[in-house]
């Protein structure tokens, strides 16, 4: 099914899932369709996309998630890991609690790189349609999350993202290089810690550095969805970026992209049988 707008989302949440596992991929989407006017015209969104983060979980193939949920617009249009109200004064001038302050929540008015994105400022109306779509996406989230509790008694949600190979000028580690992959947990509060060291295992087996909450804990998704107490679980998966792409020609390379595709497939296939 899409989204509340046309092409905003893609999802598939069966209503007798098999699986108690959920799939979030919020910034692999790289579409600005019916948005271009707000955005300056040289902005790259490639640039802070996720991008192939979508391919590397197999989204909408016949060996990928069962039930999954991915953006297919930019997050540059609107930022499906943030909260609604995290806005700066200059991107939602009308807004009547702005608090951002680094200029990149859930409408990016600055690249990670420190270059303008948007050509004007947003008016409320506009900015009330684009939360619209993340009261879709989310809602998606939680029905399907609902249904593998249900089922199952317990439900995982895991949030796929990636990430630049080193801290960029926006970024609190800048110029610092990252682990090849780190889970966030929100430190622990957003799933069980069985959850995590299972996912820490699984890539530190490959041969890859894993570092947990460097320097991502999870955002919105995680902290919104996740409640363990409730039974239900949700982590957030960073991969670094130059681990299967060129991060300047913004292509897949090979055997990288490969591996990576391979190690996902059979983390999602183990956690399928993680008892929580």
């Not at 409408?107 to 947003?122: D, H, N, Q, Y």
């Not at 089922?151 to 801290?167: E, N």
């Not at 998966?237 to 391979?262: K, N, Q």
Request: aromatic share 6%; with cysteine; proline share 7%.
């Amino acid at each position: 099914m899409l989204g509340i707008v046309e092409g905003a989302f893609t999802a598939r949440t069966p209503g007798e899932p098999s699986t108690p596992l959920v799939v979030s991929v919020p910034h692999a989407g790289v579409s600005t369709a019916g948005y271009e006017e707000t955005l300056t015209p040289e902005l790259e969104v490639r640039s802070d996309a996720d991008l192939f983060v979508d391919r590397l979980y197999g989204i909408g193939e016949a060996d990928g998630p069962e039930v999954f949920v991915a953006a297919q617009l930019s997050r540059f249009v609107c930022d499906l890991n943030r909260d609604p109200d995290d806005v700066c004064p200059g991107a939602v001038p009308e807004h009547p609690t702005a608090r951002n302050v680094d200029g990149r929540g859930f409408i990016w008015a600055v690249t990670t790189a420190g270059v303008p994105a948007m050509s004007r400022p947003l008016s409320i109306s506009e900015w009330r349609g684009r939360t619209a779509i993340h009261a879709a996406y989310h809602d998606t989230i939680r029905r399907a999350l609902a249904r593998a509790r249900a089922r199952f008694g317990y439900a995982i949600l895991v949030d796929g993202h990636s990430m630049p190979s080193s801290g960029r000028a926006g970024h609190q580690d800048r110029g610092h290089p990252r682990a090849a992959v780190v889970p966030g947990d929100r430190d622990g509060k957003s799933c069980a810690p069985a959850l995590t060291a299972l996912v820490s295992r699984h890539f530190t087996s490959r041969g890859l550095e894993v570092r947990p909450n460097d320097p991502y804990k999870g955002g919105y998704i995680t902290a919104h969805h996740g409640r363990p107490g409730d039974g239900i679980h949700a982590i957030q998966i960073e991969l670094r970026r130059d681990l299967y792409m060129d991060e300047e020609r913004f292509v897949t390379v090979e055997p990288g992209a490969s591996r990576m595709r391979g190690a996902i497939n059979d983390l999602l296939t183990d956690l399928k049988t993680l008892r929580l």
